[in-house]
């Protein structure tokens, strides 16, 4: 990332922000009913901007859903994949599912160690779980990067690297995956791009 302008590092900023809210947007259970609008022109934007040219078709099938079925399709498909415990092997959705094989374990100390550096708290009355739930990580990254706490924002997103990964390849080895099969595909993509940007 040497020798970028002002303006150049200030684009890859936003773009950063706009996949790690958009990824937010749908990974988080909660937020998933009110993002129609917002996922709508974030899909227009990603279009105009892709990582790879292979990734319209997913924006594509994404943008298609949304216009034909508003955000229903994604509330059940994320239900299925990541809460029910019948149809398929459930993904995991936690750091300690992909480095401890449980929940709850020193991933989320360490997570919680990590966000005490600062100032977000997860407000219980609108997020039921915990601060090692990725989409809620993907969020925690996103606010970093938006109040130039870049140091921060690359040790959250090196150390759930590994999980974000893990949570694609899940995805992608479920058979009945459809919406979620997409996201896995653009994810993977950033996670290159986010790779190669901290290193």
Do not use: W
């Amino acid at each position: 990332m040497l020798h970028l302008t002002q303006n150049e590092r200030e684009n890859i900023q936003h773009a950063r922000n706009l996949y790690y809210d958009f990824f937010n947007g749908f990974f988080v259970f909660e937020l998933i009913e009110g993002r129609l609008e917002i996922s709508q022109k974030q899909i227009l934007i990603l279009k105009q901007s892709l990582l790879e040219e292979s990734l319209s078709v997913n924006l594509d099938f994404l943008q298609k859903e949304i216009k034909n079925n508003g955000m229903q399709g994604f509330k059940q498909e994320h239900t299925q994949m990541f809460a029910l415990p019948f149809g398929g092997k459930q993904v995991g959705i936690h750091l300690s599912h992909y480095y401890e094989n449980c929940i709850g374990g020193e991933s989320l100390l360490t997570m919680r160690s990590l966000i005490k550096q600062s100032d977000i708290r997860l407000n219980k009355d609108n997020f039921k779980d915990t601060e090692e739930h990725i989409g809620f990580l993907f969020g925690f990254i996103g606010y970093l990067i938006r109040n130039n706490q870049d140091s921060l924002a690359k040790e959250v997103f090196l150390f759930s690297h590994n999980a974000f990964l893990g949570l694609c390849r899940e995805l992608q080895e479920r058979g009945d995956s459809k919406l979620y099969l997409h996201l896995a595909l653009l994810l993977e993509s950033f996670l290159k791009f986010e790779k190669e940007f901290y290193h």
